[in-house]
């Protein structure tokens, strides 16, 4: 059960889209988002559950339309981003950044790859070393990934791989110990075909990749915007669509050798049609999931218990996070440290209007969601 704090409405522009949320420190968050075509992102600090934004820094002025962008941190100090150059051709670029207090210090732009590039995800290896997943329209719309260095603020590109001669639409990636492992969907031909996960580790600066599992198959939901989420160095979680206005979570784990083993699909749940939902993780017990219900209702959130035994997810209640007569769309969410979490979210009221709320949430571990499964071995407890 969340205990929510007062909405607090955004200062800067309202015309704010594609929401990321990074935890960055205890009761502090890194928040990227687009305004009309410009990249930009702010220090977010919560007390008292009232969060309030530090001053806006540009990363790029120009980012492909329509094609969201990546971002991930690399280590405790530091994070990447990356996007298509609106500007020039629409060419892979990165940027590295950090923090000190709430002051963003950038790197410069640097080209990553020369090609017409569309939605990039960044997923690191370790402190210093990243992987971006982007769909390469000058190849031909075929999957590509390409390894990332970074020293202090610079970056620099190893050459380019082809990952697979297929297209895809929206990817998000996540550090698994020395492994990347990438959500994404198939987009080859004219309706979506499924959606995978993909699991790589780097070896110096050539990437391998080590397993592909399938999640769904044929006519699979888009646009909503599929998210992965790392519990620990070995386990995860991911949220795509069913539909377009159904979506389903559900665990997995992968090995010391790249293997990922997946749990069944959660229940779904019912979202607005075109809008792009929220998950972090809420403790080694749990997943936070944020999402506008349906048209004119607001935004819901849930606490979801999983059961690492069985790789099974059950849903908690819907909770009001943000009751509107308006549409509610790009919502997302991240942890603020061991029981807080915060939450961004656009209401298109015609002008939109984009909030920021904290809330307080009880912790589960992994040990009390799986204990009753713990007690009696695999076949578990029937109450």
Known sequence: MFTFGTATAFEGSADVTDHHLINWADNQALW????????KGRHITDTDLTPSSGTEIQIAANVSPGVDFGVNKMGASHFLTAYGDGGNNDDLVGTAGTISGTSFSLGSATLLHNSDAEYPAVAAFDDDNAMVLYND?????????????????????????????????????????????????????????RWYLRSFER???????????????????FPPRPQIIRVDTNRGVVSYPKSGTTIVLRAFTIDESGQITLGAESETTTISEN??????????GQVIFVYPPAVNAGAHARLCEINWNTLNITLGDEEELYNSTDNVFHVDVTTLNNGKALFVF??????????????????????????????????GLIV
């Open 275 to 284: 809008s792009l939902t929220g998950l972090t993780n809420g403790g080694t």
């Open 32 to 39: 990227f988002y687009r305004e009309v075509n410009a990249l």
């Open 137 to 193: 329209e000058t190849a031909g719309e075929i999957v590509e990934g390409v390894t990332v260095t970074r020293s202090t603020l610079a970056l620099s590109a190893g050459t380019p791989v082809a990952i697979g001669n297929f297209s895809f639409r929206r990817a998000e990636g996540a550090q698994f110990g020395n492994f990347a492992v990438f959500i994404a969907i198939d987009f080859t031909g004219v309706d979506p075909k």
């Open 346 to 379: 656009t209401e298109n009221t015609g002008t939109r209007a984009t909030y920021l709320r904290s809330a307080t949430y009880e912790v589960k571990t992994a040990e009390q969601t799986s204990s009753a499964w713990n007690m009696f071995g695999d076949e």
């Open 203 to 221: 070896n110096l600066t050539s990437l391998t990749e080590l397993d592909e599992v399938e999640l769904q198959s044929n006519n699979v939901g």
